[in-house]
């Protein structure tokens, strides 16, 4: 094989990773509520009643146009990959939103629902490819399985975070719960021999819905627990600390298990 063909198309879980993708969960979480609640009115008095509908369908296309472009690309581009992870995170919250308001289905029945859903998209994958290491994610088709079950999962983490929020832990209580979570699952990287595999597909939901939690507790009013701040405001600020992320922090592409460099590390 070549160089060419054993990079991954989607970047080296690092450090850098999980801080841009949690900054880009909570940008999802405010900037879904942005349309769907300030600009279409959810929180005001005169809200649009199709907001939600209206929401997801904005986000999903502008996502599948996202994840079309990534999977079309014939290398690792991050700016583009990182879009079309806030475009996913994005349409998750506001389908998260629409199926547990509009449909009615409630947040433990639309997170069953969704936990369902993730896990059949990966056991989906793993018949079809043999594995849902995200290190192999060097052909078209794997590429459709991961950001199927990214979408999935991005949905899932909002209905899970909304209702910790809106249960007795508060967003501040929420965002601690799933902190000390994603620590656990650190600590079980690090000092056991539990599945890599299983360990990034668990921290990679349980940043949703710290995103989800935080970008609440941004954007609700004080009366609620939040701090009230403007929902675009908060969006901007989120998107360009994401940006210069990406421009600071060391953007490498994934290697092949199977490539001649993985071997010799």
Known sequence: MNTFTTLSKVPAVTIGFWIIKIAATTLGETGGDTVTMTWLGETTSHPNPYGYLIGTAIFLTVFVVLAISQIAAKKFHPFLYWATI???TTAGTTMADFADRSLGLGY?????LLLFCVLASLAAWSRSLGTVSVNTIITPKAEVFYWITITFSQTLGTALGDWAADAEL???GG???????????AAAYFWTNASRVALFWTAFILTRPLGATVGDFLDKPLNQGGFNLSRPLASAVIAVFIVVCILVIPQRPGVHPGSPSAAAR
């Open 170 to 172: 508060g967003y501040g």
């Open 175 to 185: 965002a601690i719960v799933f902190a000390a979570m994603l620590v656990a699952v």
């Open 86 to 88: 806030v475009g996913s």
């Open 108 to 112: 433990p029945g639309g997170s069953l």
